[in-house]
C-alpha cells in the first residue's frame, strides 16, 4: 500500500483508522463499525505504538488528525475500497436499496433537478434517500473528509484523487427588470453600452462572501470595474429582487429563464464576452466503481441535461 507497512495480524486497524478519519470522533467511529469506545480507544493506541504518530488530537466533542494522519487516510482509501468491493456484494438494484446519498451541491441545481430526482425515487427507489450538502470552494475537503458522495459545482481543480464528468454549461446573462433605464442605452449593434453598464449598481450570487467574479476579472483586464450593491447566496432570490429594482445581475440563463419568459425580466446582451462556467458531476477514486454511486451518477446526469435543455428551449421559443 504506497510504501506502508503494517503486521497482517493488524490488518483490522486500518478500518477502524477510516472510519474515525470520516466520522472526526472516536465515538462516532465505534458506533458506525460496531465496537465500544473504549476497544476503539485501545486500537487507537495501538495505531499511535505502530505509526509512531499521535494521529489524532482532541478537538470538542471530536478529534482532529495529524498531518501524518491526513497523509496516510489519503494513501489507504482507494485499497480499502478496493477490498471491500471484492468482499461484498457487487450488485446494486435500486427497488430494494436502502441508502442515504450526500450530495455536495448548490441552490441552483437542487432547484433544477431535486424534484424529478425525488419522483424517480418515489417510483423506482424508495429505499433511497438523497441530502444536500452546501458546498462553495470546499469541495475537495469535502471529499478528502469523506462528507460527500457526489458533488455538483463548477471545478477547475486537479486533484489526483476527483474524477469528474461534464453535466452542462452555465450559460451566463446580463438580466433587467422589464422597463429598466440600461433599455436606453443600447448601441446601433444592439449591444448595451459599456459605460452605461459599469454606471448601474449590481447584484451578484457569492457562495463564499467574496464581491468579485468571473465577470470582474474581465472588467479588471480592461482597466475597469463595476460597483457590487449586493450580494445574496441564493440562486433563487435574484429574479424576485431584479422584478423590484433598478439593479443589474449577471446570472445562470437557466436561472432567469421563466421571469424572462414570463416578460418581467429582460436579457441585454453585453459588450464583452463571458465564457460559459463548465458545471460537472464529482466523486472520488473510492466510490468510481461503486455500482450505487454510478447509479445515481447516471441518473443525475440524465435528469441535469433534460431539465437545462428544457429551460433553454423554453426561453429560446421567446
Known amino acids: 500500500m504506497n510504501g506502508l507497512s503494517l503486521p497482517n495480524t493488524e490488518l483490522n486497524l486500518y478500518v477502524i483508522f477510516d472510519s474515525i478519519m470520516t466520522e472526526q470522533s472516536i465515538t462516532g467511529a465505534a ?12 486500537a487507537v493506541a495501538r495505531m499511535r505504538q505502530i505509526w509512531n504518530d499521535p494521529l489524532f488530537v482532541k478537538q470538542g466533542r471530536g478529534v482532529k488528525p495529524t498531518p501524518y494522519a491526513e497523509q496516510l487516510w489519503e494513501k489507504i482509501q482507494e485499497p480499502l475500497f478496493e477490498i471491500r468491493q471484492v468482499t461484498s456484494q457487487n450488485t ?13 451541491v448548490t441552490e441552483h441545481p437542487v ?85 452605461a453598464y459599469l454606471s448601474a449598481d449590481h447584484l451578484m450570487v457569492s457562495l463564499s462572501g467574496e464581491a468579485r467574479a468571473n465577470v470582474d476579472q474581465i472588467l479588471a483586464e480592461q482597466g475597469v470595474q463595476r460597483k457590487i450593491a449586493m450580494t445574496v447566496n441564493h440562486f433563487s432570490l435574484i429574479p424576485s429582487i431584479l422584478k423590484g429594482s433598478d439593479l443589474v445581475c449577471v446570472t445562470p440563463q437557466s436561472v432567469v429563464a421563466p421571469s424572462v419568459r414570463a416578460g ?55
Open 31 to 42: 458506533n458506525e463499525i460496531g465496537m465500544t469506545q473504549p476497544a476503539v480507544s485501545n
Open 92 to 104: 446494486f438494484d435500486p427497488s430494494t436499496a436502502t441508502r442515504v446519498f450526500r450530495i455536495g
Open 111 to 195: 432547484d433544477m433537478i431535486w424534484l424529478p430526482l425525488r419522483q424517480h425515487m418515489e417510483n423506482e427507489a424508495p429505499g433511497i434517500s438523497l441530502h444536500s450538502v452546501p458546498i462553495h470552494r470546499n469541495v475537495e475537503d469535502l471529499f478528502q473528509t469523506a462528507s460527500v458522495d457526489l458533488a455538483i459545482h463548477y471545478y477547475v481543480g486537479r486533484h489526483q484523487h476527483i474524477r469528474s464528468s461534464r453535466l452542462f454549461n452555465n450559460t451566463l446573462v446580463c438580466t433587467v427588470r422589464a422597463g429598466h433605464p440600461l433599455l436606453e442605452h443600447m448601441s446601433g449593434e444592439n449591444v448595451l453600452d459599456l459605460d
Open 264 to 318: 418581467e425580466l429582460v436579457i441585454l446582451p453585453l459588450p464583452f464576452e463571458i465564457d460559459p462556467a463548465p458545471i460537472s458531476l464529482l466523486w472520488h477514486t473510492r466510490q468510481n466503481r461503486d455500482p450505487g454511486n454510478l447509479w445515481l451518477r447516471n441518473l443525475i446526469t440524465k435528469y441535469a441535461n433534460s431539465e437545462v435543455l428544457k429551460r433553454v428551449a423554453r426561453l429560446e421559443k421567446i
